[in-house]
């Protein structure tokens, strides 16, 4: 069964604060990975893909672990509008081209 | 550029009833995509389609109907609803199946079966 595990939180951080969330994954032919953030009532929409060697985006890393299969993301500098739910994405190859989401972990980022 | 399309963005229903989400992309995407979200709870795939007149079922089908006549329209059929039906119904497209390519969704569809 292909799963992709996050710890739902909440987390509550206040505005200044590095975060970090993990997400784990269960199957080993997962080819690209992705955060994705959602807003209350909104859908969700594409916050970075994550490459092997880890990427950057301003205040956003993301890094993944192929062998342990798991996904990082670290936000620093946490802004009021960073509150949002985070989903952890990994898509696997062939033509199905399905995305396998995680469940989501809620981020909320007090004055 | 309008992206992906859903309507309508509120519906209820009784259950029994029928009705159609419709979803439309004008980003020439040859993939498109139905997600369901309950509360808490992650996207299940319902259907997908990797181009016009070819559909396939995802990990949620039951009680699903789609069909892809057209690059653009992606219609979502449910036929006799259900309360487990109830839901936040999301349509999405992207250009790729493969690679590190984004998914687009549209605002979604809330459904309410009573």
């Known amino acids: 069964r292909k799963e992709v595990e996050q710890d739902p939180g909440p987390f509550n951080v206040p505005e200044g604060a590095t975060v970090a969330f993990n997400c784990t994954y269960s199957?080993?032919?997962?080819?690209?990975f992705f955060w994705y953030r959602q807003d209350c009532r909104k859908e969700p929409k594409l916050l970075m893909s994550?490459?092997?060697s880890g990427n950057e985006d301003g205040r956003f890393t993301a890094q993944l672990n192929r062998a342990s299969q798991y996904i990082s993301l670290l936000i620093r500098d946490s802004k009021l509008s960073d509150s949002a739910t985070y989903l952890c994405?990994?898509?696997?190859?062939?033509?199905?081209?399905?995305?396998?989401f995680g469940k989501g972990t809620k981020l909320s980022v007090k004055p | 550029n309008a992206g992906v399309t859903q309507t309508p963005k509120f519906r209820i229903l009784k259950i029994g009833q029928s009705m159609t989400l419709q979803c439309t992309q004008d980003?020439?995407?040859?993939?498109m995509y139905w997600y369901r979200q309950d509360p808490g709870m992650g996207l299940k795939l319902i259907y997908y389609?990797?181009?016009?007149?070819?559909?396939d079922k995802g990990e949620v089908p039951n009680g699903y109907n789609v069909s892809r006549s057209t690059t653009e329209d992606f219609p979502l059929r449910l036929e006799l609803a259900a309360p487990s039906q109830t839901s936040v119904y999301f349509c999405?497209?992207?250009?790729?199946?493969?690679?590190?390519?984004?998914?687009?969704f549209g605002q979604g569809t809330r459904l309410t079966v009573v």
């Open positions: 980003m020439n995407h040859n993939y």
């Open positions: 389609s990797v181009g016009a007149g070819i559909t």
């Open positions: 994550v490459y092997s």
């Open positions: 994405v990994v898509k696997y190859g062939g033509s199905q081209g399905n995305l396998i």
């Open positions: 999405a497209s992207s250009y790729s199946a493969t690679g590190a390519t984004e998914a687009f």
């Open positions: 199957n080993s032919a997962s080819q690209s």
